[in-house]
């Protein structure tokens, strides 16, 4: 079965800009989670959808926002970037509900220059 | 390949011998555990995971230890072998909430 897809895999993108992040998840999955790494601050929780709803949101400005479609596949927005967002993006996806077995994809590399 | 942690702990062993990973959750209401294992360049991949109704569990060659009582968490690698060189991160999963995810150790196998 196909994991967690994540595109593209790296982006270089202006201060700015925007950008969008797109996540297909397990087939089945109904949960897709996303976060942010940076060896500064780890790993840290953006936003998890379910059935196209948000369900949870992290403490992050409303320039990062998500949304989920009907297939599940979800995409992740960063409007006016700024080179803090310079990070690895990450996707989880997860069966049913939070608390069962997140599985990540590779994550998509974003650079703001 | 990317750098996850500049500045992550780092166990080092030596290859056959076991490993053991530690974590201090923070949240006392965290009923699911998981440890995750990240290599350069990859999305973090599932271990091992444990509810906060056990004290332990055992997976192929790894075995993770709950102390609730003390809030801490480990995992153990038997036979560590230089493919589990990576860096290791705990979750904790409070009850209807998100994954709060550990700073990361970094394991080094030595030949």
């Known amino acids: 079965k196909a994991g967690v897809t994540q595109t593209p895999r790296y982006l270089i993108k202006t201060r700015g800009q925007q950008v969008t992040l797109s996540c297909s998840p397990i087939?089945?999955?109904?949960?897709v989670s996303w976060y942010q790494q940076t060896p500064g601050q780890g790993l840290q929780f953006l936003f998890e959808?379910?059935?196209?709803?948000?369900?949870n949101k992290g403490n992050f400005p409303g320039r990062f926002s998500g949304r989920q479609f009907s297939n599940s596949r979800s995409e992740m927005n960063v409007s006016t970037l700024e080179l803090g967002d310079s990070a690895l993006y990450l996707c989880?996806?997860?069966?049913?509900?939070?608390?069962?077995?997140?599985?990540f994809g590779q994550g998509t590399r974003l650079t703001v220059v | 390949g990317e750098s996850v942690g500049l500045h992550l702990p780092t166990l080092s062993v030596q290859e056959g011998d076991n490993s053991i990973i530690n974590c201090a959750y923070s949240?006392?209401?965290?009923?699911?555990f998981i440890w995750y294992k990240q290599e350069s360049g990859k999305g973090p991949q599932f271990i091992i995971d444990?509810?906060?109704?056990?004290d332990k569990r055992q997976g192929q060659r790894v075995t993770v230890l709950l102390n609730k009582t003390v809030k801490h968490l480990s995992l153990q690698i038997a036979a560590t072998q230089p493919g589990d060189s990576a860096v290791y991160f705990c979750?904790?999963?409070?009850?209807?909430?998100?994954?709060?995810f550990g700073p990361g150790t970094r394991l080094s196998v030595l030949p």
């Open positions: 989880a996806s997860s069966l049913e509900e939070v608390g069962t077995e997140a599985f």
């Open positions: 444990i509810r906060s109704n056990m």
């Open positions: 087939s089945g999955h109904r949960s």
């Open positions: 949240n006392s209401a965290s009923d699911y």
């Open positions: 959808y379910f059935s196209e709803t948000q369900r």
């Open positions: 979750a904790e999963i409070p009850y209807g909430q998100n994954f709060v």
